[in-house]
């Protein structure tokens, strides 16, 4: 079984080492979605915590970054944030509403599944862009919640801050679309093939510790991950 996993490892770094240096392949990651904004891009980070402040201007150092969490979540002290906004949950909702068609882009990185307002934080959301900017959401999956446990989660209910049951991938799409966006990509369970067979790769090493291992969420599926554009 090790010897397996090995094959699939080294078949993954074969076809990364393939890919031409500055050649296409389809990410749409997170990062990904930073590096395809303007460098001076006003971007509202809805749910910043684990270190999004860093990750942001780390890739865009003249951007101006804004901040939205309701505590204050494994942020470095040094907090690059231009404005960095500590709410309730229950004012959450009216915290981005103040931030009407005024930002070129909003990510959400896996914070809907936790708000207790979720759609209504969606259309905020959808609200606060200009015409022309981008929005970044990305949340658990439906099928998750029949996922293994593993530590990390990877079964919807291993989080015991995520609320009910995974968002409505439809329905988050339909209000972005209520909102005068379109869809520049969309995937209910986001696989993109190189990380898929990391993640083979690594499956028997994380079922075995029980633990996410590389590539284990796109192995999976474990995200819906949408983009969209304000017309």
């Known amino acids: ?35 395809s904004l303007s460098p001076e891009a006003r971007i509202l980070d809805v749910g910043c915590g684990n270190g999004s402040p860093r990750l942001t201007k780390n890739i865009l150092p003249s951007c101006y970054y804004v901040g939205l969490d ?18 309730t949950s229950e004012r959450f909702r009216s915290e981005i509403y103040k931030y009407a068609d005024s930002m070129d882009a909003v990510m959400s990185w896996h914070n809907i599944e936790h708000c207790e307002d979720r759609y209504g934080v969606v259309d905020a959301m959808a609200k606060a862009l200009r015409v022309g900017g981008k929005i970044y959401i990305s949340f658990p999956c439906a099928e998750s919640v029949n996922f293994p446990s593993r530590a990390g989660t990877l079964n919807y209910y291993d989080d015991a801050t995520h609320v009910g049951e995974p968002p409505d991938f439809g329905k988050v799409v339909s209000i972005l679309s209520q909102n005068g966006l379109s869809i520049i990509y969309a995937a209910s369970r986001y696989q993109p093939p190189i990380h898929w067979l990391v993640g083979l790769g690594n499956d028997e090493l994380s079922t075995r510790d029980g633990v996410l291992k590389d590539g284990t969420w ?3 599926g474990f995200e819906c991950l949408i983009w969209a554009e304000r017309r």
């Open 218 to 220: 796109r192995y999976w």
């Open 1 to 35: 079984m090790e010897e397996k996993s090995q094959i699939c490892l080294d078949m993954a770094h074969k076809l990364f080492s393939m890919i031409p240096e500055g050649g296409h392949y389809p990410e749409w990651g997170r990062e990904a979605f930073l590096e």
């Open 70 to 87: 309701v505590a204050d979540y494994n942020q470095d002290p040094d907090n690059p944030s231009d404005e960095y906004i500590l709410s």
